[in-house]
């Protein structure tokens, strides 16, 4: 199978359309067959309820290829499972677990020529989601929805790939106390573009949230979760029911404890104790582990020990067993690498 022609190691994270898509709908109660199409354009009617009141919540996940050339995903399930709860928040008919997998698989395979080769450094990012496609206009949930899987080979999310980098502590909310923040809807992410744009301006890479009750506690950023070492060698990330439970981070852990044998704490973070850690870090499939050198909390500064030139050596070896696992150089945990080729 002949691979595209492209300049692997140089994407960024961005779309490109890639030849094949999965896609399914939902109508008088039941989702259709699904099929594998070319067409990557959608139309609708202008009164749709994903247009109206943002009826759509999204997955993300990544294919990669290993040393010995095959191509396989990491815990999809989990991402379909995440789908699950996603939709029924927003009283979107649920994507069966089973079904969410099977597209995955059909999808990577049928676009194999766009999965980067193994030591590219890119990878293939999976975005399934789904949409309310039915006319709505008094406020309530659509009779009519879409599930969709495209492809695009990604580059690292962060420029600078591994440089460390500069957060700020955002002004703004990402999620409410008994809101959608757990969740992957699209409404989590429109509100976030304000934040994201002003602190780009600002010269910061990302926002961090706080929890929006006592604005004291670590919550998220717009599209990772965050990671800290501390001096005596912790991993120690943030708990709140208003940040989305990274699959990332939850791997993360089980990497840490059963393979690096460091204690693990999931717990509350307060921002006063930041200042105490060694390391940062934020995780997410996009992210992956991306290292964070200092945070801005209004002209303070919190510089971690780790500095601004690399990642911190604990970081690092989560990154490098992460991968590992992903690439398949290292043994997993038992179903938590699906072999799709
Ligand atoms: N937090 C937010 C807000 C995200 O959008 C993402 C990306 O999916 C993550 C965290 C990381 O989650 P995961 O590791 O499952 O990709
Ligand atoms: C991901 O990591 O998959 C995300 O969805 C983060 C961001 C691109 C929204």
Known sequence: MEKKNLDWANLGFGYMMADYRYVSNYKDGKWDDGEITTDANITLNECAGVFQYAQTCFEGLKAYTTEDGHIVCFRPDLNAQRMVDSCERLKMPVFPVERFIDAVEKVVKANEAWVPPFGSGAT???????????????????????????????????????????????????????????????????????????????????????????????????????IFITKDGKLVTPKSDSILPSITRRSLMVVAEKYLGMEVEHREVLLEELKDFAECGLCGTAAVISPVGKINDHGTEICFPSGMEEMGPTTKKLYETLTGIQMGKLEAPEGWVKVIV
């Open 124 to 226: 293939l990012y999976i975005r399934p989601y789904m949409i309310a496609t039915n006319p709505v206009i008094g406020v309530k949930p659509a009779t009519e929805y879409q599930f969709r899987i495209f492809v695009t080979p990604v580059g690292p999310y962060f420029k600078g790939g591994a440089k460390p980098l500069t957060i700020r502590v955002s002004d703004y909310d990402r999620a409410a106390p008994c809101g959608t923040g757990h969740i992957k809807a699209g409404l989590n992410y429109a509100m976030s573009l304000y934040p994201i744009v002003d602190a780009h301006e600002q010269g910061f890479d990302e926002n961090m949230y706080l929890d929006p009750a006592t604005r004291t506690k670590v919550e998220e950023t717009g599209g990772a979760n965050f």
